[in-house]
């Protein structure tokens, strides 16, 4: 068993990732090859349930309403389309489901509700189910763990530094506000980052920093390349190298041994040889369908091609943390109490985001 410290720091994580490359690499394989079986690959499914419109500036979004970006807004899908959407993902392979909506924070009401529904619908189907909907408190999320949520995503996105420069709209307390009260809960935690938003490497090795200290470190950690979309304030932004990411998964591999660690966003950039890299490295999970939330993403077909060519097995639901019991609504313990929490807005400048929403209010 490796040991699972919480006490990284920054120069310790930066060390790891700049070693030269074989010692990384082997370092994290054999840390991956105790703690998981490397021939696994959790494959989820991404629906983005509520899209666009979305009241938060940050950079790296096609959602922002701010900005002026292809994206077509749709409000929040019925429980039967979902129900429809996850069958056809269980059917291609996929044990959980990831649903998304563009919203700054979950509100109490229908909309919610909705969304409960939702939860005991797919965790019926025997599929974990998981949300990323914003900022909750803490009874918003036990709401969610008795309709059977299997985790919650919140990413940390970048260092707490870096932040500033990449969202005005809230602060990283907020984030990590919404973490614990996620952790007051039996749901799952998944919490992870974008690199190649124009941040240091030190900011890399920050973000690790937050999520390896957490106690309970994430169950599952998201690991990003920003996909540059047109009328974003990171629009220019060249996709970042291979290498980076797989020093990124491998460093992420050893300084949290028992978590999943997802290659996500801007696998479409990578090469098959790239990807099977970052496998080796010690991803054992991956977005399928081809589209994660607004973003091109490869199909399925081509997934599962990439899977049968490396001998990689699609993992079961459940494998990790027991299947969460649903209550229905009329027995629930959690009730809706209309709350209005206070969650921060910094509101500084940031000068990118500034010119994007300046561009795109002079497109329409
Ligand atoms: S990342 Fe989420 S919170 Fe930020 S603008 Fe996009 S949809 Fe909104």
């Known amino acids: 068993m490796s040991e699972v410290r919480h006490n990284w720091s920054k120069q310790e994580i930066l060390d790891i990732y700049n070693k030269p490359l074989m010692d990384l690499l082997y370092?994290?394989?054999?840390?991956?090859?105790?703690?998981?079986?490397?021939?696994?690959?959790?494959?989820?499914?991404?629906?983005?349930?509520?899209?666009?419109?979305?009241?938060?500036?940050?950079g790296y979004c096609p959602q922002a309403a701010r900005y002026h970006t292809d994206v077509e807004g749709n409000d929040l899908m019925s429980v039967q389309q979902v129900k429809a959407q996850a069958l056809r993902a269980k059917s291609s392979g996929s044990s959980r489901v990831c649903m998304g909506a563009a919203w700054r924070n979950v509100k109490d009401g229908p909309e919610f509700d909705q969304v409960l529904?939702?939860?005991?619908?797919?965790?019926?189907?025997?599929?974990?189910?998981?949300?990323?909907?914003?900022?909750?408190?803490?009874?918003?999320?036990?709401r969610l763990a008795e309709a059977g949520l299997y985790a919650y995503n919140h990413n940390l996105d970048t260092s707490e530094d870096y932040y500033k420069d990449v969202i005005s709209t809230r602060a990283f307390e907020?984030?990590?506000?919404?973490?614990?009260n996620v952790r007051k809960t039996n749901v799952t935690v998944c919490s992870g980052g974008i690199i190649g938003m124009g941040?240091?490497?030190?900011?890399?090795?920050?973000?690790?920093?937050?999520?390896?200290?957490?106690?309970?470190?994430?169950?599952?950690?998201?690991?990003?390349?920003?996909?540059?979309?047109e009328g974003t304030p990171m629009e220019d932004i060249e996709p970042v190298s291979i290498w980076d990411m797989v020093r990124m998964v491998a460093t992420t591999r050893i300084v949290m041994p028992?978590?999943?660690?997802?290659?996500?966003?801007?696998?479409?950039?990578?090469?098959?040889?790239?990807?099977?890299?970052?496998?080796?490295?010690?991803?054992?999970?991956?977005?399928?369908?081809?589209?994660?939330?607004?973003?091109?993403?490869?199909?399925?077909?081509?997934?599962?091609?990439?899977?049968?060519?490396?001998?990689?097995?699609?993992?079961?639901?459940?494998?990790?943390?027991?299947?969460?019991?649903?209550?229905?609504?009329?027995?629930?313990?959690?009730?809706?109490?209309?709350?209005?929490?206070?969650?921060?807005?910094?509101?500084?400048?940031?000068?990118?985001?500034?010119?994007?929403?300046?561009?795109?209010?002079?497109s329409k």
């Not at 907020?174 to 614990?180: A, F, G, K, P, S």
Request: hydrophobic share 35%; charged share 25%; net charge negative.
């Open 27 to 58: 370092e994290a394989a054999t840390i991956h090859r105790q703690e998981h079986d490397p021939n696994t690959v959790q494959v989820s499914t991404l629906l983005s349930i509520k899209t666009g419109g979305c009241p938060e500036d940050c």
């Open 117 to 142: 529904e939702m939860v005991r619908t797919i965790n019926k189907l025997d599929m974990e189910v998981c949300c990323t909907l914003g900022m909750i408190t803490e009874n918003q999320a036990q």
């Open 174 to 180: 907020d984030r990590l506000d919404t973490i614990e």
């Open 199 to 229: 941040e240091a490497l030190e900011d890399r090795a920050g973000m690790l920093v937050a999520l390896s200290t957490l106690s309970p470190q994430p169950e599952s950690v998201p690991i990003n390349a920003l996909v540059a979309v």
């Open 258 to 362: 028992n978590t999943q660690v997802r290659l996500s966003a801007g696998r479409t950039q990578m090469s098959r040889e790239g990807q099977a890299m970052c496998f080796f490295a010690g991803a054992n999970s991956i977005f399928a369908g081809d589209k994660l939330l607004t973003t091109p993403n490869p199909d399925v077909n081509e997934d599962m091609e990439m899977f049968k060519m490396l001998g990689l097995n699609p993992q079961k639901p459940f494998t990790k943390v027991s299947q969460p019991k649903t209550v229905e609504a009329q027995d629930s313990e959690y009730q809706n109490l209309g709350e209005k929490p206070k969650w921060t807005r910094p509101g500084h400048k940031i000068e990118r985001n500034e010119a994007a929403k300046e561009k795109a209010k002079l």
